[in-house]
């Protein structure tokens, strides 16, 4: 276990709607990475935050959002659900330093677009 | 764009062999390197990383060779066992930024 978690561990929601998930890192650790992975296929990198700013972004709309807060736990956004976005959303979180190079992540939730 | 991808989906080997995935990448940017496992339902675990500077490293019944000049990567695993059973992927961080890059996995199955 990476001491890592997110909730909740499944979500169902319906197209249009918004939905708010949550991580907190592995203690001692200040940077926040967010992956989307749809089935069958490897992560595809969201965003990170480090010491609450957003640190760099993948190729994901201004839908999909994100905040960390000052104890390093952070949440995703996504509004106006698409159903495309059905996917497993995993945060992983890095070791202080900014750099994050290796990054240890959740059990990841299950979002079901509808 | 760059990225990272796997030569063969599936792996299928018998318990006490050694497996080998193997790993090609594109960026030659790319500066550091992980191999990542994940079991169904979970999220991926990490099993060993090298950076750019070396091409060789050793764990626990797992080592990670890299090639830079036909950037390639491959994960060995000594005498498999049916914990082994999973999908690995490969990843790379380019000197640019934060962000890994994954490939689309290979399935390793352990018959007993």
């Known amino acids: 276990e990476t001491g890592v978690t997110q909730s909740p561990t499944h979500l169902i929601k319906t197209r249009g709607q918004q939905v708010t998930l949550r991580c907190s890192s592995q203690?001692?650790?200040?940077?926040v990475s967010w992956y989307q992975q749809a089935l069958g296929q490897g992560p595809q990198f969201i965003f990170q935050y480090y010491r609450e700013e957003e640190n760099g972004r993948g190729n994901f709309p201004p839908r999909f959002s994100g905040l960390q807060f000052p104890n390093y736990s952070s949440e995703l956004n996504v509004n106006a659900l698409e159903l495309d976005d059905s996917a497993l959303y995993l945060c992983?979180?890095?070791?202080?330093?900014?750099?994050?190079?290796?990054?240890?992540f959740g059990p990841g939730t299950r979002l079901l677009v509808l | 764009g760059e990225s990272v991808g796997l030569h063969l989906p599936t792996l299928s080997v018998q318990e006490g062999d050694n497996s080998i995935i193997n790993c090609a990448y594109s960026n030659s940017a790319s500066d550091y390197f992980i191999w990542y496992k994940q079991e169904s339902g979970k999220g991926p675990q990490f099993i060993i990383d090298i950076r750019s500077n070396m091409d060789k490293r050793q764990g626990q019944r797992v080592t990670v060779l890299l090639n830079k000049t036909v950037k390639h990567l491959s994960l060995q695993i000594a005498a498999t066992q049916p914990g082994d059973s999973a999908v690995y992927f490969c990843a790379e961080r380019d000197n640019a930024g934060n962000m890994l890059t994954f490939g689309g996995g290979t399935r390793l199955m352990v018959k007993p």
């Open positions: 203690s001692g650790h200040n940077t």
């Open positions: 992983a979180s890095s070791p202080t330093g900014g750099q994050a190079e290796t990054q240890y």
